[in-house]
């Protein structure tokens, strides 16, 4: 296994809430970035977290917002929850911020908005 | 930005037969080339990537080639088994920016 845990593994929700999901991984993995997967899409990157600071954003509106935590876990909020949020959620763990360090990823969470 | 295609969406093989995927990327500066399989309630796994100093590079039954000219790049799984169907997906970045991920191939190998 990867050592990236995500919880919880499924959520539904309704248009206009707000969500919070969670990631962690195993000691050392400082870097998390999290993607948006909608069905039968690549992974879409959402944004990058190193040393508890936002390093890189994609073409995500801020109602995305993110935290990353002093024992490198994180969590990204999705405010005012639309249709097109559902999708599967994926964070990626690595060590340091280097191009080609292997990425692990979580399990993802399952985001259903009704 | 950077645009990744790939093809074929979807790849039906014999078992024992060997699987190709190829992708297609926009950005020449474009320099990492990582390889992931997706199996079903699994998040992506990286199999196998390529840096843009190297053509080609192999892990037991997996290799992957890279052509910069032509900005492509391809996998090849030999001697394919039922337990490689999953959804394979091919990415590119340059640096540190982020992975670019292509749509994917659901490849299914039948027994």
């Known amino acids: 296994e990867t050592g990236v845990t995500q919880s919880p593994t499924h959520l539904i929700k309704t248009r206009g809430q707000q969500v919070t999901l969670r990631c962690s991984s195993q000691?050392?993995?400082?870097?998390v970035s999290w993607y948006q997967q909608a069905l039968g899409q690549g992974p879409q990157f959402i944004f990058q977290?190193?040393?508890?600071?936002?390093?890189g954003r994609g073409n995500f509106p801020p109602r995305f917002s993110g935290l990353q935590f002093p024992n490198y876990s994180s969590e990204l909020n999705v405010n005012a929850l639309e249709l097109d949020d559902s999708a599967l959620y994926l964070c990626?763990?690595?060590?340091?911020?280097?191009?080609?360090?292997?990425?692990?990823f979580g399990p993802g969470t399952r985001l259903t908005v009704l | 930005g950077e645009n990744v295609e790939q093809h074929p969406s979807t790849l039906s093989v014999q078992e024992g037969d060997s699987a190709v995927i190829k992708c297609t990327y926009s950005?020449?500066?474009?320099?990492?080339f990582p390889w992931y399989k997706q199996e079903l309630g699994k998040g992506p796994q990286l199999i196998i990537d390529?840096?843009?100093?190297?053509g080609e590079k192999k892990d037991q039954r997996i290799a992957v080639t890279l052509n910069k000219t032509a900005k492509h790049f391809s996998l090849h799984i030999t001697e394919t088994q039922p337990e490689d169907s999953a959804v394979y997906f091919c990415?590119?970045?340059?640096?540190?920016?982020?992975?670019?991920f292509g749509k994917g191939t659901r490849l299914s190998v039948i027994a």
């Open positions: 990626a763990a690595q060590r340091g911020l280097a191009g080609n360090n292997e990425q692990f």
């Open positions: 000691s050392g993995h400082n870097t």
């Open positions: 977290y190193y040393r508890e600071e936002e390093n």
């Open positions: 950005d020449s500066a474009s320099n990492y």
């Open positions: 390529i840096r843009s100093n190297v």
């Open positions: 990415a590119a970045k340059e640096g540190n920016t982020p992975l670019v």
